[in-house]
């Protein structure tokens, strides 16, 4: 006796690798690939100097998230986003990311990570496992960073 699949078990097979794929296409970029990671300003960080904060708002009422990517092909790895704390997205930019030199080992906190926008470099810290960082003043930390980007073949991670 051979086994049949019913219709409607077949119609809805197909509506979840339907909705499989659009989850995948809308959570990868044809040329950024897949974000590998997304994290959120922490509220008492400064903003990066890459993104200006709108006339009209106070720091308390934006935020900028970061998503990073790992590109197939070299291409800028990072973006930024400022949002409003009602959601709506003020501002996005594109940029790279750079390993920091001598980061902490993996697993350890803080951490650090190098990202130019614009030709804008930020140094951003990983305080602990979470989803927020903050935008580091450290001269020491800078000066490290800025070492680390004019170097002729440093590359951004892909």
Not at 65 to 83: G, H, K, L, W
């Amino acid at each position: 006796m051979e086994e049949t699949t019913s219709q409607p078990l077949r119609r809805s097979r197909k509506a979840l690798v339907a909705v499989g794929l659009v989850a995948l296409f809308t959570a990868c970029n044809p040329m950024r690939g897949c974000a590998a990671s997304e994290f959120e300003l922490a509220p008492d960080s400064r903003l990066p100097r890459w993104m200006q904060r709108p006339s009209g708002y106070q720091r308390a009422d934006v935020t900028v998230r970061i998503a990073f990517y790992t590109p197939p092909v070299d291409v800028e790895n990072v973006v930024a986003e400022m949002f409003h704390s009602h959601g709506k997205r003020l501002d996005r930019q594109t940029g790279r990311f750079f390993q920091f030199p001598g980061d902490t080992p993996v697993g350890r906190f803080p951490r650090w990570s190098i990202v130019v926008i614009n030709g804008v470099m930020e140094v951003l810290e990983f305080r602990r496992l979470d989803s927020l960082y903050y935008v580091t003043d450290d001269k020491t930390l800078i000066d490290r960073a800025t070492v680390a980007v004019s170097r002729p073949r440093q590359t951004p991670l892909k």
